[in-house]
Protein backbone atom coordinates (compact mmCIF):
# COMPACT_ATOMS: atom_id res chain seq x y z
CA UNK A 1 0.00 0.00 0.00
CA UNK A 2 2.97 2.52 1.06
CA UNK A 3 4.62 2.04 -2.39
CA UNK A 4 2.07 2.38 -4.42
CA UNK A 5 1.44 5.77 -2.53
CA UNK A 6 4.90 6.63 -2.92
CA UNK A 7 4.87 5.44 -6.64
CA UNK A 8 1.29 7.77 -7.22
CA UNK A 9 3.21 10.62 -5.73
CA UNK A 10 6.71 10.47 -7.88
CA UNK A 11 4.68 9.89 -10.80
CA UNK A 12 2.23 12.97 -10.25
CA UNK A 13 5.60 15.23 -9.39
CA UNK A 14 6.87 13.74 -12.38
CA UNK A 15 3.82 14.74 -14.64
CA UNK A 16 3.78 18.16 -13.28
CA UNK A 17 7.35 18.86 -13.84
CA UNK A 18 7.16 18.17 -17.30
CA UNK A 19 3.97 20.29 -17.95
CA UNK A 20 6.12 23.10 -15.77
CA UNK A 21 9.11 22.30 -18.21
CA UNK A 22 6.80 22.66 -21.06
CA UNK A 23 5.40 25.73 -20.01
CA UNK A 24 8.89 26.94 -19.88
CA UNK A 25 9.49 26.48 -23.34
CA UNK A 26 7.22 29.09 -24.55
CA UNK A 27 7.94 31.52 -20.85
CA UNK A 28 11.41 32.76 -20.23
CA UNK A 29 10.84 33.19 -16.56
CA UNK A 30 10.13 29.60 -16.19
CA UNK A 31 13.02 26.79 -16.57
CA UNK A 32 13.10 23.99 -18.71
CA UNK A 33 15.89 21.94 -17.80
CA UNK A 34 15.54 21.76 -14.44
CA UNK A 35 12.40 20.72 -14.20
CA UNK A 36 12.93 18.16 -16.68
CA UNK A 37 15.65 16.70 -14.72
CA UNK A 38 13.21 16.50 -11.36
CA UNK A 39 10.74 14.85 -13.66
CA UNK A 40 13.60 12.25 -14.32
CA UNK A 41 14.61 11.50 -11.05
CA UNK A 42 10.57 10.90 -10.29
CA UNK A 43 10.06 8.77 -13.32
CA UNK A 44 13.25 6.87 -12.46
CA UNK A 45 11.96 5.73 -9.70
CA UNK A 46 8.23 5.47 -10.10
CA UNK A 47 8.58 4.29 -13.37
CA UNK A 48 11.36 3.32 -15.70
CA UNK A 49 9.42 2.77 -18.88
CA UNK A 50 8.61 6.71 -18.50
CA UNK A 51 11.50 7.75 -17.95
CA UNK A 52 12.96 5.44 -20.89
CA UNK A 53 10.41 7.35 -22.86
CA UNK A 54 12.11 10.88 -21.45
CA UNK A 55 15.42 9.73 -21.88
CA UNK A 56 14.41 9.11 -25.94
CA UNK A 57 12.53 12.00 -26.23
CA UNK A 58 14.16 14.38 -29.23
CA UNK A 59 13.86 17.29 -27.39
CA UNK A 60 14.36 16.18 -23.79
CA UNK A 61 16.53 13.51 -24.01
CA UNK A 62 20.28 14.60 -24.89
CA UNK A 63 20.09 17.42 -21.85
CA UNK A 64 18.47 15.08 -19.45
CA UNK A 65 21.64 12.40 -20.60
CA UNK A 66 23.90 14.46 -20.73
CA UNK A 67 23.21 15.66 -17.24
CA UNK A 68 23.10 12.06 -16.07
CA UNK A 69 25.75 10.43 -17.63
CA UNK A 70 28.48 13.38 -17.55
CA UNK A 71 26.76 16.30 -15.29
CA UNK A 72 27.22 18.42 -18.27
CA UNK A 73 25.29 20.84 -20.28
CA UNK A 74 25.65 21.42 -23.78
CA UNK A 75 27.16 24.74 -25.00
CA UNK A 76 24.50 25.77 -26.59
CA UNK A 77 21.93 24.98 -24.34
CA UNK A 78 24.16 26.63 -21.74
CA UNK A 79 24.72 30.05 -23.86
CA UNK A 80 21.15 30.07 -24.94
CA UNK A 81 20.23 29.69 -21.03
CA UNK A 82 22.85 32.35 -19.61
CA UNK A 83 21.17 35.13 -22.30
CA UNK A 84 17.61 34.49 -20.83
CA UNK A 85 18.64 34.33 -17.33
CA UNK A 86 19.74 37.69 -18.07
CA UNK A 87 16.96 38.73 -20.16
CA UNK A 88 14.10 37.52 -17.07
CA UNK A 89 16.02 38.77 -14.76
CA UNK A 90 16.34 42.32 -16.18
CA UNK A 91 12.66 42.59 -17.05
CA UNK A 92 11.59 41.89 -13.61
CA UNK A 93 14.06 44.35 -12.21
CA UNK A 94 12.86 46.97 -14.77
CA UNK A 95 9.30 46.12 -13.48
CA UNK A 96 9.73 45.85 -9.49
CA UNK A 97 9.02 49.26 -8.20
CA UNK A 98 10.95 48.31 -4.29
CA UNK A 99 14.59 48.91 -4.64
CA UNK A 100 15.25 46.23 -2.21
CA UNK A 101 13.45 44.32 -4.87
CA UNK A 102 15.58 45.18 -7.09
CA UNK A 103 19.06 44.75 -5.05
CA UNK A 104 17.66 41.31 -4.41
CA UNK A 105 17.03 40.22 -8.01
CA UNK A 106 20.32 41.54 -9.31
CA UNK A 107 21.91 39.18 -6.30
CA UNK A 108 20.19 36.30 -7.20
CA UNK A 109 21.27 37.06 -10.50
CA UNK A 110 24.77 37.31 -9.98
CA UNK A 111 24.77 34.40 -7.93
CA UNK A 112 23.04 31.77 -10.30
CA UNK A 113 24.73 33.42 -13.55
CA UNK A 114 28.01 32.53 -11.15
CA UNK A 115 26.46 29.02 -10.18
CA UNK A 116 25.50 28.18 -13.68
CA UNK A 117 28.20 29.37 -15.68
CA UNK A 118 30.69 27.15 -13.54
CA UNK A 119 28.83 23.96 -14.67
CA UNK A 120 30.55 21.98 -17.05
CA UNK A 121 30.28 22.24 -20.34
CA UNK A 122 30.04 19.65 -23.26
CA UNK A 123 30.24 19.56 -26.33
CA UNK A 124 28.87 17.84 -29.31
CA UNK A 125 31.08 16.18 -31.97
CA UNK A 126 28.04 15.40 -34.27
CA UNK A 127 24.37 15.29 -34.72
CA UNK A 128 22.69 11.85 -33.86
CA UNK A 129 22.02 11.65 -37.68
CA UNK A 130 25.40 11.78 -38.66
CA UNK A 131 26.47 9.03 -36.37
CA UNK A 132 24.04 6.82 -37.37
Known sequence: MQESIKRILLLS???VCVLLGVI????PLLPTTPFMLLA????MRGSPRIAHWLHNHPTFG???N???EH???DKKIKRR???FIVLSFSLSIAIVPEL???IMLVTMCVALLFWFNRLREIEAVAGASENT
Open 100 to 102: WHK
Open 66 to 68: NWN
Open 24 to 27: GIFL
Open 13 to 15: IGW
Open 40 to 43: SACF
Open 81 to 83: ATV
Open 71 to 73: RAI
Open 62 to 64: PAI
